[in-house]
């Protein structure tokens, strides 16, 4: 089983400025099947990005992802207030597909 | 507008049985994979289970074999998970789940989640 660690754990940021997530992934990852969720409080996970670089239906374009091999990250250009939230990673490359433990991006 | 509504959660204890619903609408159904994940406080989101549109191909996490089954009823649009021999590790949030392909995916729409718990 793959496993995913996320940093940093907790990210403080103001609206406007760049964040940067990363996932690292125990092993390499073929084919970059890597996704990214968003997940607010008492509310479902929201896809964001899946294939490592791909956009979910809907989603600004601010947000992107990139990433090979056992490094990944999402990136997030001129937060808005709404992107404060928990982000997750997985990957879907082997089976069982696994999920990181989340960074909290929270308002500096 | 896809809607996952999940049903059927609450208290159980040790031991029990308990069957989760999701009633999907906004989207062809039979056209995709649908899942069960969940997430224990404070821990990582685990997918727990994988039925493909037809339901001819099944999954399902080491933890849950033998004792969860997921099932889905076309007609109703809807997926079922039943649970047995329910231990205190099974209480989390279960999120019923859209995903392209069975098995290994990733899960396009989430329905709310619904609180199961496991205690005496």
């Known amino acids: 089983e793959i496993v995913l660690t996320q940093s940093p754990g907790t990210l403080s940021l103001s609206p406007g400025e760049r964040a940067t997530l990363s996932c690292g992934a125990s092993?390499?990852?073929?084919?970059?099947?890597v996704a990214w969720y968003q997940q607010k409080p008492g509310q479902a996970p929201r896809l964001l990005i899946y294939?490592?670089?791909n956009r979910a239906t809907d989603i600004p374009d601010r947000f992107s992802g990139s990433g090979s091999g056992t490094e990944f990250t999402l990136t997030i250009n001129g937060l808005e207030p709404e992107d404060f939230a928990v982000y997750f990673c997985?990957?879907?490359?082997?089976?069982?597909?696994?999920f990181g433990q989340g960074t909290k991006l929270e308002i500096e | 507008e896809v809607q996952l509504v999940e049903s059927g959660g609450g208290l159980v204890k040790p031991g029990g049985s308990l069957r989760l619903a999701c009633a999907a609408s906004?989207?062809?159904?039979?056209?995709?994979?649908m899942n069960w994940v969940r997430q224990a406080p404070g821990k990582r989101l685990e997918w727990v289970s994988s039925?493909?549109?037809?339901?001819?191909?099944?999954l399902y996490a080491d933890p849950v074999k033998g004792r969860f089954t997921i099932s889905r009823d076309n007609a109703k649009k809807s997926l079922y998970l039943q649970m047995s021999s329910l231990r205190a590790e099974d209480s989390a949030v279960y999120f019923c789940?859209?995903?392209?392909?069975?098995?290994?995916?990733?899960?396009?729409?989430w329905g709310q989640g619904i609180l199961v718990t496991v205690s005496s």
């Open positions: 789940v859209r995903s392209p392909v069975a098995g290994s995916s990733y899960f396009d729409y």
């Open positions: 092993q390499s990852i073929s084919s970059s099947y």
């Open positions: 294939g490592t670089f």
């Open positions: 906004g989207f062809s159904f039979t056209s995709y994979s």
């Open positions: 039925m493909s549109g037809g339901g001819a191909y099944i």
């Open positions: 997985q990957q879907y490359a082997n089976s069982p597909g696994t």
